[in-house]
């Protein structure tokens, strides 16, 4: 497994953007793949987005599609996700998930793909 520690997360207007960070460290983070989930109160976890170890195999949610755009750098073993027009509706605690199973991703992951998952961090969007 993995240790992650999100970051970025805070209040922002409607149509504003952040940029979430979700920090590896421990056994070879670089060859994991990635996911970010969110979490609005009184909702069931959701999928948001999810990148492979390499950078090529990239999933997206429909509700973020055109929105939000993941990448890594595996130099500093960081996986980054932009959110831009940023809606009410995306005000959730978001979270950043790591396994090494994900290799290539062709359909929409679930939260029990991954085995290493972060604390959290709460993006607030208002209207």
């Known amino acids: 497994q993995v240790q992650l520690v999100e970051s970025g997360g805070g209040l922002v207007q409607a149509g504003g953007s952040l940029r979430l960070s979700c920090a590896a460290s421990?056994?070879?983070?670089?060859?994991?793949?990635v996911g970010w989930f969110r979490q609005a109160p009184g909702k069931e976890r959701a999928f948001v987005a999810a990148i492979n170890w390499s950078g090529r195999s990239i999933y997206y949610a429909d509700s973020v599609k055109g929105r939000f755009t993941i990448s890594r750098d595996n130099a500093v073993n960081t996986v980054y996700l932009q959110m831009n027009s940023l809606q009410p509706e995306d005000t959730a605690v978001y979270y950043c998930?790591?396994?090494?199973?994900?290799?290539?991703?062709?359909?929409?992951?679930?939260?029990?793909?991954?085995?290493?998952w972060g604390q959290g961090t709460q993006v607030t969007v208002s209207s």
């Open positions: 998930a790591a396994d090494e199973r994900i290799v290539v991703i062709t359909t929409t992951p679930v939260a029990a793909d991954f085995d290493s």
């Open positions: 421990g056994r070879t983070p670089s060859t994991y793949g």
